[in-house]
C-alpha cells in the first residue's frame, strides 16, 4: 500500500517565522522569497548585510533583513533575540549558509578544513542548538531545514573537505530529527545537486594568481551550465515540500537523486564511478581546477 504522507502541524500554521541563512543570494534568497510570498514573515540573514537587504526589498513587507555571521554564536543569540523580541520564535529554521573548498586532500592544509567545518558543520550545530532549543521551550510544533548537498553521498576527489561537510551536515539533521520528533519538531534534510547558482563568479583560488582565477571562473561558469539539473526555486519549493510532509531526505535534482540511489544500493560502484576523472567537480571545470590549478580553491556563497 502506497503512503500517503499527512501534511506536518507547523504547515497547518498560517503566519509562520522563517529564519534563513545565507539568504543574500542563490539558494537562500529563493527559499526566502518563496517562504515570504507563501505570507511568512521571513528572517533573511547573511554575512553579507547588503545583499539580505536587497533579499528583503524583493521579497516584499515581510521579509527582514539581518546580519549573521553563522561561526559566530554569539552573532546567533544576538540575531535569535531581537527576532523573538520583535516577531515571536522561529517555527522555522533553515540552515542554508555554507561554502566549498576544492582541491586535493594533500594539497588542502588544516587551516583549510577549520574554515569549511566552521561554515558547514559548527555553524548548523550553533544555529541548531541556539534556536532549536528556543523551539522546544515555546512547546509548539517546528521545523529545521539543513541544506545539504548530493556531495554528502559522493566520495570526491578535488573536494574531499566539501562533500565531508556535507556528509556531517546530513548526519546532524537525521540524528536531530530522531532527538526532536518527540517535541513535534520535524527535521529535513534537502540536498541539491549542482545548481544554477552564482557560484562560478564568486570562485577564488586560495593560492593563485589573478588570471589563474579568471581562467577558472570561466570554464566553472561553462562547466556549471552545462551540467546543471536544477535551479535556485527548484531548492526553494523542494524545501518547501519537505517542511509540509516532513520529509527526512529530500534529494531535489537527477544528479543528487543518481548519488543517493547508487550510495544506497552499491557504495562500491559509487566509488568506481567518482574514480573517473571526467566526473571531477562536475566534468569540464573539474578538469581545469586538477589539470591548471593544483592549488587548493575556494567557492564562496550559493553553494549548496
Given at each position: 500500500m502506497m503512503r500517503?504522507?499527512?501534511?506536518?502541524?507547523?504547515?497547518?500554521?498560517?503566519?509562520?517565522?522563517?529564519?534563513?541563512?545565507?539568504?543574500?543570494?542563490?539558494i537562500g534568497r529563493a527559499i526566502s522569497l518563496r517562504q515570504a510570498a507563501a505570507g511568512d514573515i521571513v528572517i533573511a540573514t547573511d554575512i553579507d548585510l547588503a545583499a539580505a537587504e536587497q533579499t528583503a526589498q524583493l521579497a516584499g513587507a515581510e521579509c527582514h533583513a539581518y546580519l549573521l555571521d553563522v561561526r559566530d554564536p554569539d552573532q546567533w543569540q544576538r540575531v535569535t533575540d531581537e527576532v523573538i523580541a520583535r516577531f515571536d520564535v522561529p517555527d522555522i529554521l533553515v540552515n542554508n549558509a555554507g561554502i566549498a573548498l576544492g582541491g586535493a586532500f594533500l594539497d588542502q592544509t588544516v587551516a583549510d578544513w577549520e574554515k569549511i567545518m566552521a561554515i558547514n558543520v559548527y555553524g548548523i550545530v550553533h544555529g541548531c542548538k541556539i534556536v532549536g532549543s528556543r523551539m522546544v521551550a515555546g512547546g509548539r510544533p517546528g521545523h529545521i531545514v539543513v541544506i545539504v548537498s548530493g556531495a554528502a553521498w559522493t566520495p570526491n576527489r578535488v573536494a574531499p573537505s566539501y562533500s565531508t561537510s556535507k556528509a556531517a551536515a546530513l548526519m546532524i539533521a537525521e540524528s536531530l530529527r530522531t532527538e526532536l520528533a518527540p517535541h513535534n519538531i520535524g527535521v529535513s534534510a534537502v540536498c541539491p545537486g549542482v545548481t544554477r547558482t552564482q557560484l562560478a563568479a564568486n570562485a577564488t583560488l586560495i593560492t593563485g594568481d589573478s588570471a589563474s582565477t579568471e581562467e577558472f571562473r570561466a570554464n566553472f561558469a561553462q562547466a556549471q551550465s552545462r551540467y546543471s539539473f536544477a535551479t535556485p526555486d527548484m531548492v526553494a519549493r523542494a524545501v518547501q515540500r519537505a517542511i509540509r510532509y516532513n520529509l527526512a531526505i529530500v534529494p531535489v535534482n537527477f544528479d543528487a537523486t543518481l548519488a543517493w540511489v547508487l550510495h544506497r544500493l552499491s557504495p562500491g560502484l559509487m566509488r568506481v564511478f567518482c574514480s573517473i576523472p571526467t566526473m571531477k567537480l562536475a566534468g569540464d571545470a573539474a578538469r581545469v581546477a586538477a589539470q591548471r590549478v593544483p592549488a587548493s580553491v575556494a567557492f564562496h556563497r550559493d553553494q549548496p
Amino acid at each position: 500500500m502506497m503512503r500517503i504522507p499527512l501534511m506536518s502541524p507547523v504547515a497547518r500554521k498560517q503566519r509562520r517565522v522563517v529564519l534563513v541563512t545565507g539568504a543574500g543570494s542563490g539558494i537562500g534568497r529563493a527559499i526566502s522569497l518563496r517562504q515570504a510570498a507563501a505570507g511568512d514573515i521571513v528572517i533573511a540573514t547573511d554575512i553579507d548585510l547588503a545583499a539580505a537587504e536587497q533579499t528583503a526589498q524583493l521579497a516584499g513587507a515581510e521579509c527582514h533583513a539581518y546580519l549573521l555571521d553563522v561561526r559566530d554564536p554569539d552573532q546567533w543569540q544576538r540575531v535569535t533575540d531581537e527576532v523573538i523580541a520583535r516577531f515571536d520564535v522561529p517555527d522555522i529554521l533553515v540552515n542554508n549558509a555554507g561554502i566549498a573548498l576544492g582541491g586535493a586532500f594533500l594539497d588542502q592544509t588544516v587551516a583549510d578544513w577549520e574554515k569549511i567545518m566552521a561554515i558547514n558543520v559548527y555553524g548548523i550545530v550553533h544555529g541548531c542548538k541556539i534556536v532549536g532549543s528556543r523551539m522546544v521551550a515555546g512547546g509548539r510544533p517546528g521545523h529545521i531545514v539543513v541544506i545539504v548537498s548530493g556531495a554528502a553521498w559522493t566520495p570526491n576527489r578535488v573536494a574531499p573537505s566539501y562533500s565531508t561537510s556535507k556528509a556531517a551536515a546530513l548526519m546532524i539533521a537525521e540524528s536531530l530529527r530522531t532527538e526532536l520528533a518527540p517535541h513535534n519538531i520535524g527535521v529535513s534534510a534537502v540536498c541539491p545537486g549542482v545548481t544554477r547558482t552564482q557560484l562560478a563568479a564568486n570562485a577564488t583560488l586560495i593560492t593563485g594568481d589573478s588570471a589563474s582565477t579568471e581562467e577558472f571562473r570561466a570554464n566553472f561558469a561553462q562547466a556549471q551550465s552545462r551540467y546543471s539539473f536544477a535551479t535556485p526555486d527548484m531548492v526553494a519549493r523542494a524545501v518547501q515540500r519537505a517542511i509540509r510532509y516532513n520529509l527526512a531526505i529530500v534529494p531535489v535534482n537527477f544528479d543528487a537523486t543518481l548519488a543517493w540511489v547508487l550510495h544506497r544500493l552499491s557504495p562500491g560502484l559509487m566509488r568506481v564511478f567518482c574514480s573517473i576523472p571526467t566526473m571531477k567537480l562536475a566534468g569540464d571545470a573539474a578538469r581545469v581546477a586538477a589539470q591548471r590549478v593544483p592549488a587548493s580553491v575556494a567557492f564562496h556563497r550559493d553553494q549548496p
